[in-house]
């Protein structure tokens, strides 16, 4: 194990893959000179060539879909959007043809392409560069999408994106990437999607959470736990494919369950887990599944606004106690 920051895995998990396989490469705004997003591409240019690490211009209709086209011809494209926000830019492109052409020609054309970038709050960039839109991907047949919080799932996470022959919608978080984590010294170290990671074992409440907001839960069971309350913390890492038998067995030994996510509140992938658990669950639950989420209006420039915005570590260990307590 090293320790790494989140951008320094991401980094070192394409370089180990470029080195592996020559038909991966990379293309973006800026990946080539300028390192991408948090340096994530820093250095590939110098190692591997232009040919197969280049910057492409402001157009990311374009260049997804010439990832699409490069996928169907046996490359192993990583499309680097600056903000995941620009996935509305080129939404025809992901929904409509990378996420079907598989699909259309009934299996035969393989799609091995990936689209990643980072998404969220944290750094005041305001209403265009701040969302979290995972839960947009989860309706569309066809597109797995992961979503690692901590630099080891980014690097396991990553890899198994790069060698499945599905597009992947890989969102990172801005707030993590300078954050350092214990990250295996494997060049073939997966994590397989579709499973989902119990980072806290707890008895009385099971709270659910993604990317930044696994940390935030983490910090609600700490103050949990001083008021003899124990909460488990799972994060599914992937939400398609999602694994909904981890959290099952968990609302079943708990009886209750709270959903905490960035993304916006309403139609929030939070949603989706509190109405399938309820089907898979219902006889095990004492209380009503509970859903934090963003409120409904666009994320502020200014940080205590944006702070106001999004569920706060407070709002948890109340939802928690809520359950427990009925207040």
């Given amino acids: 194990m090293s320790k790494k920051t989140y951008a320094m895995a991401i980094r070192d998990t394409l370089a180990s893959e470029m080195r592996r396989d020559d038909r991966v490469f990379v293309m973006g705004e800026d990946v080539e000179v300028l390192g991408g997003i948090f340096g994530c591409t820093r250095?590939?240019?110098?190692?591997?060539?232009?040919?197969?690490?280049?910057?492409?211009?402001?157009?990311?209709?374009?260049f997804v879909g010439a990832g699409l086209g490069a996928a169907c011809t046996g490359m192993r494209p990583v499309v680097e959007l600056m903000y995941m926000d620009f996935t509305f830019v080129c939404m025809d492109q992901i929904l409509n043809q990378v996420a079907k052409t598989r699909y259309v020609f009934g299996g035969k054309a393989k799609i091995p392409l990936v689209i990643r970038g980072q998404q969220g709050i944290g750094r005041g960039n305001a209403a265009t560069h701040s969302q979290s839109v995972e839960t947009m991907f989860m309706h569309i047949p066809g597109i797995k999408v992961a979503c690692p919080a901590t630099g080891e799932d980014a690097a396991g996470l990553l890899r198994t994106a790069i060698r499945d022959d599905n597009p992947v919608?890989?969102?990172?978080?801005?707030?993590?990437?300078?954050?350092?984590?214990?990250?295996?010294?494997?060049?073939?170290f997966m994590i397989p999607f579709g499973k989902a990671k119990v980072v806290k074992q707890g008895t009385d409440v099971t709270i659910v959470a993604n990317l930044l907001y696994v940390s935030r839960a983490?910090?609600?069971?700490?103050?949990?736990?001083?008021?003899?309350?124990?909460a488990e913390v799972i994060d599914p890492r992937t939400l398609v494919p999602f694994d909904y038998d981890t959290i099952t067995e968990s609302v079943k030994k708990t009886g209750r369950l709270?959903?905490?996510?960035?993304?916006?509140?309403?139609?929030?992938w939070g949603?989706?887990?509190?109405?399938?658990?309820?089907?898979?669950?219902?006889?095990?639950?004492?209380?009503?599944?509970?859903r934090l989420g963003a409120k409904a209006c666009p994320l502020p420039f200014a940080l205590n606004l944006e702070n106001a915005t999004v569920p706060q570590v407070s709002e948890i260990v109340e939802a928690a106690k809520a359950s427990l307590y009925r207040l």
């Fill in 271 to 290: 949603a989706e887990v509190a109405a399938e658990i309820s089907e898979r669950a219902f006889p095990y639950l004492d209380h009503a599944p509970i």
């Fill in 43 to 62: 250095g590939l240019a110098d190692e591997f060539g232009v040919e197969r690490c280049f910057n492409t211009p402001i157009s990311e209709q374009a």
């Fill in 218 to 230: 983490l910090e609600a069971a700490a103050e949990l736990e001083k008021q003899g309350i124990s």
């Fill in 169 to 188: 919608m890989f969102f990172e978080h801005k707030a993590l990437y300078s954050t350092k984590f214990e990250v295996p010294d494997d060049d073939n």
């Fill in 258 to 268: 709270i959903t905490v996510h960035e993304a916006h509140r309403t139609a929030g």
